[in-house]
């Protein structure tokens, strides 16, 4: 294969990520690294430096467009950068010397709690607004706006939060992913914020995560122009395709197909990482 | 306005369109330049084989931001591209940035801190890397 032909390949491939990510609210940054190593057998370091650059670009990307509505939490997405980033850079630094096969196998796991997270429904929690010693310390409660009007709300648990939000800077950074299932894990789930302002504040949180190891693997040289510009520009189309048609398309057939593709790269990377032969 | 003005406050909101709006500028001009250069790059060397399944590592003027810039200043195709793609890692941290600005507006001294603290994280990682 030419310099060209991989480019046009991958082109494709990251756009359909990118476009089945927005659409299905799951984000294309997962099935990146899995499509560049097992389909375009492309070294799996260069395969997370391209990906977090492409985890960049829709994070920022999608942005504008989330802010507009009012919905993140800027106290919580700064506090549990500090995690994040810590995360991230501790992360990048284990990376160097993490056996691929070790790296596969993880990502393996993580494809398939994406898969498990994806189809079970989402349960709605109750919003609580009893006050809470770290949250009212550091101000982190606030209101966001629903039909009927601004709605308060209050966080709780913070150091839970933060804790589960250092592991996902980690991972972000060995699997070159966003982590916007985690960090919205963390949110909605154990600190009770409402899931709207969970995800839009850990798209946020995203963008800025994948810069501090996007940063360290720029320096170690896993980012690759070649590879990397394809990704990028693939992925960053297909996400802000997907969400113009986001109120048209019928996302529940569309979040079965991708999560069925998931699956398959689940089992083929954790394979690949117990026999060795990524 | 009275005497007793309180001391100027920024709303959350406004700042928060304003950075999503710059955000989007720096998303669209980063990936412009990383168009030009990817196309570059193609043309220039489209035909040679690719083979990246075995890492090597990019080249020492790729890793560095002084190299990168040096290099893109002299039509470096590869160079280009990667000027594109460090300008994209320095939007979210922009993005930290001004949020440091809209806190000290608010006189907000637990947050400067925080913020600050972040930033720095970043700048570390995106200006040194770690070794």
Known sequence: MTVLTLALFVAGGSFCAGLLGALTGLGGGIVVVPMLTLLFHVDLRYAVGASLVSVIATSSGAAAAYVREGFTNVRVGILLEVATTVGALIGAALAGFTPTSALAVLFGVVLLYTAIRSLRPRVEHTLLTTPDAWSSRLRLDSDYPTPGGRQAYSVRRVPAGFGIMFGAGVLSALLGIGSGILKVLAMDQVMGLPFKVSTTTSNFMIGVTAAASAGVYLHRGYIDPAIAFPVMLGVLCGALLGARILTRANPEWLRKVFTGIVVVMAIEMLYKGFTGSL | ?131
Not at chain 2, 11 to 30: M, N
Not at chain 2, 93 to 119: K, S, W
């Open chain 2, 1 to 131: 306005m009275t005497e007793h003005a309180p001391p100027p406050r920024v709303s959350d909101d406004a700042v928060e369109q304003f950075i999503g709006r710059l955000l989007q500028i720096g998303v669209l001009v980063a990936a412009a330049v990383t168009l030009a250069g990817g196309i570059l790059l193609v043309a220039q060397h489209g035909r040679s084989p690719a083979d990246y399944g075995t890492f090597r590592g990019e080249p020492y003027y790729l890793r560095s931001l002084t190299g990168v810039l040096r290099a893109a200043l002299s039509m470096d195709s590869r160079a280009i591209v990667q000027l594109g793609l460090v300008m994209l890692i320095a939007t979210p941290i922009a993005r930290v940035a001004f949020t440091l600005i809209a806190f000290a507006l608010q006189r907000d001294r637990v947050y400067v801190g925080v913020t600050l603290l972040v930033l720095a994280l970043l700048l570390f990682g995106l200006f040194f890397g770690i070794a």
